[in-house]
């Protein structure tokens, strides 16, 4: 089946810090992979997205590419800044049908 | 910011109560979904709609039903409450399914006692 697996949180930068979130997923054929963020007392919002191996998503500084031979598509942003602080989501489409599978989030605060 | 709304925004209900919970949109977007958000499950899909009278479930849709009589509103309804339904549900919204950004509403939280 299909599924999301990001890494634990919480995680606490200092602002300027490199930041890396890692995702991986479990999928049949090819799905779209997402990153989406949601700020505190909100809904989701997406932050950006690819749909086919070696593309880059890219928006707000932050980056993320589609792997097909590791599975993966982990966030990165190269200095955080303070508003930067939310919970991440890596999501996945399901290409043959139409739902969307979610990994349990990543809280990040940056810290000044 | 796409014209997404849910009612209520906050809800406490006794269990065995019945609960719906409406999402409304102004985008005239084919899909809608409704999902749960709770601590160390991420969010998780309940039912879906691809449009007006079509739904399917989701991962974890025992224990809810879904209707969509207009492309505008898509009703979540807890036929009787359970403590393990206290979450926060958002609704989402697609143009056109799986391959498409979706697009969420502000969250209900629901607290079932």
């Known amino acids: 089946g299909n599924s999301v697996t990001q890494m634990e949180g919480p995680v606490t930068l200092s602002e300027e810090a490199f930041l890396t979130i890692n995702c991986t997923y479990t999928?049949?054929?090819?799905?779209?992979l997402f990153w989406y963020v949601q700020y505190p007392g909100e809904g989701l919002q997406l932050l950006l997205k690819a749909t086919k191996a070696d593309d880059k998503g890219s928006n707000k500084g932050f980056e993320a590419t589609y792997r097909k031979e590791t599975t993966s598509f982990h966030l990165e942003k190269g200095s955080v800044q303070v508003s930067d602080s939310a919970v991440y989501f890596c999501?996945?489409?399901?290409?043959?049908?139409?739902?969307?599978?979610f990994g349990t989030g990543t809280s990040l605060t940056v810290i000044p | 910011d796409a014209g997404i709304t849910q009612s209520p925004r906050h809800k406490v209900t006794e269990t065995g109560t019945p609960v719906t919970l409406r999402c409304h949109q102004t985008e005239n977007h084919r899909y809608m979904y409704w999902y749960r958000q709770d601590p160390g499950h991420g969010l998780r899909l309940i039912h879906y709609?691809?449009?007006?009278?079509?739904?399917d479930k989701g991962e974890v849709s025992d224990g809810y039903s879904v209707s969509r009589s207009k492309t505008e509103d898509f009703l979540l309804t807890l036929e009787s409450a359970t403590s393990s339904q206290t979450s926060v549900y958002f609704c989402?919204?697609?143009?056109?399914?799986?391959?498409?950004?979706?697009?969420f509403g502000p969250g209900t939280r629901l607290t079932v006692l």
């Open positions: 989402a919204i697609s143009e056109s399914g799986s391959l498409d950004t979706q697009y």
């Open positions: 709609s691809y449009g007006v009278k079509d739904t």
């Open positions: 999928a049949t054929g090819y799905p779209s």
């Open positions: 999501a996945l489409s399901d290409q043959s049908g139409n739902q969307f599978y």
